[in-house]
Every structure is written in C-alpha cells, then in structure tokens.
C-alpha cells in the first residue's frame, strides 16, 4: 500500500506517470473507495451526508467514465485500470490535502487565506490530470491540459446540474 501512495505521490509531483502503476481491477477498487470517501468527506461539510454520498458517488463514476472514454477514442483501452487508478488517486490526494483548507472556509477562520490555497490546489490538480492524459494517450501537454480542463469544468457541470445546492442554486 505503501509503495502504491508514494507513486501516486511521485504522479502529483510529476515525476512519474500511471504507466507505473499497477494494472489491477483490486487496486481500482481500492482507488475507487478511496476517492469516493475523500470526496465524501470533503462534501459532508457542506451538505447532509446522503447528498455527500450521492455527489461522491457521481465524482467517481465521471472520472472512470471519462477515462474510459478518452483512453477508447484513443485506442489505449490496455492502459484503462492504471491511469484509472492514477485519476482516482491522485484526485484522493489532492482532496484530502484540500480537507483542511475547505474545513476553514466552512467555519469562516482565514477564509483568504484558505481561498487561494483551494484555488492552488485547484490549478494543481489540473496539471496532474494533464499529466496523467498526457502520459496514457502520449499526447502533447497543451492537448492534454486542454482535455484535463474540459474534463473538470464538465464535471463541475453535471455535479451543479445533479446537485444545485452545490452551484448556489436553490
């Protein structure tokens, strides 16, 4: 386990890519339980913990579905489970990193401060998304960074459609 989350380090700091990871149906489910309880635990501050559930839930089946999909038009289906894995760990990561930061926006206590970290970590987690598509379809970084930001702002789309308390919308 050990090994597996300090590759996924070493894949947030760009110096690896998900051709290091394992391809293992188990290890995609461990990333996907993961991710999802990250991703929970990160929503429940702001909403009741079934909507938490539900908008998790949603979160993970986007990137696995988006993976899927860019890797099949791609014609690097073989790659699915490790940039699958990559996608859901690093995104596990770099939420759980966020925790904090979002903990202290929630209850008001350096709201700035909190705000510009997200925001960093925002733009990070961009970057290692392209790194990842950059790395699983060998494509260049300005098409990879492109396709990484149409992904998360799609993303942030259909969470906001399924859940609108999440856009403001009531």
Not at 19 to 40: A, E, K, M
Not at 116 to 122: A, S
């Amino acid at each position: 386990m050990y090994e597996i989350i300090k590759r996924l380090f070493d894949i947030c700091l760009l110096k690896k890519g998900p051709q290091n990871l394992p391809s293992s149906v188990w290890w995609l489910r461990i990333g996907l339980v993961v991710d999802v309880t990250v991703s929970f635990l990160m929503a429940n501050l702001s909403r009741d913990w079934l909507t938490a559930l539900l908008q998790a839930m949603v979160s993970a089946l986007l990137i696995i579905g988006f993976s899927w999909l860019i890797l099949y038009v791609g014609g690097k289906r073989q790659r699915f489970y490790q940039t699958t894995i990559a996608l859901l760990g690093t995104d596990a990561l770099i939420g759980f990193i966020a925790l904090p930061g979002m903990a202290s926006m929630m209850t008001g206590k350096g709201v700035f401060l909190a705000f510009m970290v997200t925001v960093g970590l925002i733009i990070w987690h961009w970057v290692v998304a392209g790194h990842i598509i950059r790395n699983a379809l060998g494509q260049t970084w300005t098409f990879s960074l492109g396709l990484a930001f149409l992904f998360i702002l799609g993303s942030y789309q259909v969470i906001a459609l399924l859940f609108p308390e999440v856009a403001g919308v009531n």
